[in-house]
């Protein structure tokens, strides 16, 4: 039985060391002059693939680059109940730039988040989370922002965000949406009228 050495890859849980397998290279994976040894392709950790869960699908429409509202023309487009379509916007909350995720036909409530809560400059959260505005998505951004789920979402089955481009929507279920963003969930919408 092979050797396995406190702080190795497998005394954590992960793939067991390579055996003898490779040329120079110790049970715990390392090789004798102390560098990590490469894992032969057969003795690799296997990772469940990484990707949307597999209750989701993605909507395409054409864009209008006149529309006023990216999330209400997705909305009126698709053929779809507004309630159901949520805009990804992005907050700075004195000094930390936070997503929040409210129906299209709703306004943010920006008291909800706080007295110095105000819109991120457009350009800002175009560099932050790697997207274009009118096609900012809550997955995927270029680094994870804190992110908060406007609670009318949890009455839907499934809702639809942006899927990171103008003309391009995911729908998924609330509960999908909230893991995948590790989003805190609250009222967040002021309604319009």
């Not at 040894?37 to 990772?47: L, N, Q, S, T």
């Not at 700075?92 to 110095?116: E, N, Q, Y």
Request: hydrophobic share 40%; charged share 25%.
């Amino acid at each position: 039985m092979a050797e396995v050495r406190a702080g190795s890859r497998a005394a954590h849980g992960g793939a067991p060391a390579p055996a003898g397998g490779a040329a120079g290279s110790t049970a715990a994976g390392r090789t004798r002059n102390g560098r990590l040894a490469r894992w032969p392709a057969e003795r690799r950790p296997r990772r469940a693939p990484r990707g949307p869960p597999a209750s989701t699908s993605l909507h395409e429409y054409t864009h209008d680059p006149g529309a006023d509202s990216y999330a209400l023309e997705a909305a009126e487009t698709l053929a779809l109940d507004a309630a159901r379509v949520f805009k990804t916007l992005v907050v700075d909350r004195d000094g930390t730039l936070t997503v929040c995720i409210v129906p299209a036909g709703s306004t943010l409530d920006l008291r909800a988040l706080g007295k110095r809560a105000a819109m991120a400059p457009t350009d800002r959260a175009e560099k932050v989370t790697g997207y274009v505005a009118g096609g900012i998505s809550p997955l995927g951004q270029r680094r994870a922002l804190p992110t908060l789920v406007d609670d009318s979402a949890l009455a839907f089955d499934t809702v639809f965000v942006s899927a990171g481009r103008r003309g391009l929507e995911i729908e998924l279920a609330p509960a999908d949406l909230v893991a995948l963003t590790r989003a805190e969930v609250k009222t967040l919408r002021r309604d319009a009228g």
